[in-house]
């Protein structure tokens, strides 16, 4: 199942969930009244030693994660996963360029680039934002 849902860094989707206010992470809200947004998860792909077999995927604590209005360079947002991989960010809707900054305890992980994920009034999307080795 991994190998189809992580054919891209970020695969978005819509939940149909309460308001992102109630869910740890959102106190801040450039978001407005925090109804819409994204939540998700940062993962890590590990390959086996022998590059045989599949991949497993971990969660990654502490990756930062930006949001950054597309055709900006200016980040709106950056959240950072919680203990479990898991981040929230309550924003205004719009369409987001959405990036996962290098890992400060290994710089050899880094996501793909970055990805697009568009937000509409009251709507709370969910991504996957996926890790993996770098050549090097």
Same mark, same amino acid.
């Given at each position: 199942?991994? %190998?189809? /849902? ?9 939940? #149909? +969930? ?9 106190? @801040? ?6 109804? !819409?947004? &994204? ?10 030693? !022998? ?8 969660? &990654? $604590?502490?990756? /930062?994660?930006?949001? $950054?209005?597309?055709?900006? !360079? %200016? ?5 950072? #996963?919680?203990? =479990? ?15 996962? =900054? ?12 970055? @990805? +697009? &994920?568009? /937000?509409?009034?009251? =709507? ?8 993996? #080795?770098?050549?090097?």
């Amino acid at each position: 199942m991994f %190998r189809r /849902v992580f054919c891209w860094t970020i695969l978005a989707g819509t939940l #149909a +969930v309460g308001p992102l206010a109630l869910m740890p992470g959102f106190a @801040q809200e450039p978001g407005g009244d925090g109804s !819409s947004g &994204v939540q998700g998860t940062v993962l890590l792909e590990q390959r086996p030693p !022998s590059g045989r077999g599949r991949p497993t995927y971990v969660p &990654v $604590a502490g990756a /930062v994660i930006d949001f $950054a209005p597309l055709g900006t !360079s %200016r980040v709106a947002l950056r959240v950072q #996963a919680d203990e =479990e991989g898991n981040f929230a960010a309550p924003l205004a809707p719009g369409t987001y360029r959405v990036v996962g =900054e290098p890992l400060a305890d290994n710089p050899r992980y880094r996501t793909s680039g970055w @990805q +697009v &994920v568009r /937000v509409r009034p009251g =709507e709370v999307k969910t991504m996957y934002v996926l890790y993996t #080795a770098t050549n090097g």
